[in-house]
């Protein structure tokens, strides 16, 4: 658990009238992480077996119809999946029938509101008799000002329709059509608006639109009837993901005419049942051989508690498979930080509770909310030995006080950054091991250590008043520098400041739990204070205490966490860590479940 | 509380020290957020590898805190 888990690259090679029973066994096996064939060398990628396309062609229909009736929940095993696709038929084509229907049923809806609410429909005139005339032209729409004296003016040879309306009039204007040019100038100056009259008599399209409503409210009642499918659509869903994942796989294959190749990753130790399945599956003809290759994806194997903090490095980036899986050591040293940041014994019970509670609500977080539950299990310890419950301090002489103790705070936080930031190195020193040797590997991450040791021995020795400790200090980092430098190159010199800035950085262990404790005491004082004023204003009392608590603690689970989790990526990972891994996902994955 | 100026104007430096380090960290993260945001938008996964960066200028703040509490140290001790 120290180091990933070792891979196996395998290729398997087998004739095509095997490549069935190969794949189910495959798909059973859950253990093969493929590597796509590409093409090349005489190789295709092979064809996607002949049920495939109808598979993808009802998952296409499932899926829209789970998407557009909403359904939601967990697939159960679907036993047969034949009599399920022929159960699935006929609702699939009432499901269909009834969208194209009341889609357009709405569309018609639509179209029949504008109609009703046309503010051209009680002009008194109906239809389109009269839009084409040999000698007469009309200018039907809305203006924004009264037109007739205008229209008087140059001629008496109109007819105009009014209809005031609350910021424009409706009208329509017949005019003779030599008059048209001059019409038009007028209605423009009008601010005139074109408009259609509408097809139907305002009555008319009122009653068609109950009618059409009516129409849509049964319609989506049978669609909502067919909700009553859901669990099912929901396995067959899931089943027919399978079995589409299967269909495709051979396309993942390299494939000739008679065999076909697959090649993946297996975890090393399952080789052996690798074959052994497959060579029951195809009847012994098949051959299995082990490559020697150099990437595999990386499968981090922890025991069960420990396996929580995997969230955390699935967050940053995953390690490659010849470092060091630092999941165990951040185990202990992240809840140490949130504990001491936190540090109080009431924030970290209720923590708890909530952390318990949420994870019966959200099973699919529980990774990281048992992350910050053992972060909570910590800051209750760390609330004892600083005497802090919700800010109040109710032990007299505690161990730590973070309010008083200011010195002694930080130099805690300080020696904690020392320890933490020197076990980086330590672990670079051994992931280097494996590729430098032991020289280059001090050369690289042992001179820092050095370093830290010559600058340690240079101050005690100036305070002491020890010229042999201070001689001694000043050659250990002379040394360490050239060391260093030969190791790393001669640019890693500017980073020598940064080795102070990151151990400083551990700084804010006190800093954050200094804030948090201040904001919890001022809320209490202020409380304390409206107690003592008794009666009324004790209700204010209690408000003042729920409210800034209830804050002070979505703060102290939000900054510690946050803070903790970037002392590891930063600081911590800086100094060893690489990444860069990718995710381990077996051919199988969607395991039927029960 | 009549104190001497002397100590006032560590007070003073003490408040500064903070609010110099607060005015960064909120200039910086106010960039990294919005970027942050609008990556999220475009892939939820990045929401964690978002947060974490948006917070890594909190050690201004922090170097600020520091900074401020060494400043009162002195004026308690000279007092």
Known sequence: ??????????????????????????????????????????????????????????????????????????????????????????????????????DSLKAEENRLMEEATNPLANLGITCDRILAYKTLVSFIGTVKVPIEQKISSVTQDYILMQNKLKKHIAFALFVPRTLQEKAKEILNEAGFSEGALPGLKKEDAEAKLTEVRKEI????????????????????????????????????????????????WIPADKAEQLKQNLNKAARKKLHVELLPADDPPTVLHNPKVVDNFEFLLNLYSLPRHYE??????????????????????????ITLILMLLLERKFASAKPLLRIITIASLASIAFGFVFGEAFGYEFVKHPILNRVHDINTMMLVSVAIGIVH???????????????????????????????????????FGYFRHSPMLQLAGGAAVLISVLMIIKGEGMLRIVELPSLVSNILSYTRLYAIGLASVSLASIFNKMASGLFAQGGFFIIFGVLILLVGHTVNLLLGILGPFLHSVRL??????????????????????LKNKG | MVVDIGIGLL?????????????????????????????????????????????????????????????????????
Not at chain 1, 568 to 589: I, M, R, S, T
Not at chain 2, 23 to 42: F, L, Q, V
Not at chain 2, 44 to 70: D, Q, Y
Request: glycine share 12%.
């Open chain 1, 1 to 102: 658990m120290i180091r990933p888990q070792k891979m196996t690259k395998v290729r398997i090679i087998s004739p095509q009238s095997y490549v069935r029973n190969v794949i189910e066994a495959l798909y059973d096996l859950q253990i093969l992480h493929i590597v796509d064939f590409k093409k090349g060398e005489g190789f295709d990628i092979g064809q996607p077996m002949k049920e495939a396309a109808v598979y993808s062609q009802q998952l296409i229909d499932i899926r829209s119809a789970i998407s557009r009736l909403g359904i939601t929940g967990e697939p159960v095993y679907l036993r047969n999946i034949k009599d399920a696709q022929k159960k699935f038929a006929p609702i699939n084509k009432a499901f269909k029938s009834t969208v194209i229907k009341l």
């Open chain 1, 217 to 264: 409210d049964a319609l989506q009642r049978n669609l909502d009837s067919l909700k009553r499918h859901g669990q099912f659509l929901i396995d067959c869903e899931f089943a027919l993901t399978q079995l589409n994942e299967k269909a495709e796989a051979p396309l993942r294959f390299g494939s000739s005419r008679s065999t076909f190749i697959a090649t993946g």
């Open chain 1, 324 to 349: 060091i899986d630092p999941t165990i050591l951040m185990f202990i040293t992240f809840p140490l930080f949130f504990g001491f940041m936190l540090g109080d014994v009431g924030y970290g019970f």
């Open chain 1, 421 to 459: 930031v020197n076990l980086g190195f330590v672990l670079g020193f051994i992931n280097e091991l494996k590729h430098h040797g032991v020289l280059q590997s001090f050369f690289r991450k042992g001179s820092w250590v050095s370093l830290q040791i010559g600058i340690a021995l240079l101050g």
């Open chain 1, 568 to 589: 590891h990526y930063v600081e911590f990972f800086q100094k060893f860590y690489e990444g860069g891994g990718y995710l381990y996902k077996p051919f199988g994955l």
């Open chain 2, 11 to 79: 007070g003073l430096g003490a408040g500064l020290a903070i609010a110099g380090g607060a005015i960064g960290a909120g200039i910086a993260e106010k960039e990294i957020g919005a970027a942050a945001i609008g990556a999220m938008t475009e892939k939820e996964e990045m929401f964690g590898k978002g947060l974490m960066l948006t917070v890594i200028p909190e050690t201004l703040v922090i170097f600020g805190l520091v900074v401020a509490i060494l400043i009162m140290g002195m004026a308690g001790g000279a007092a």
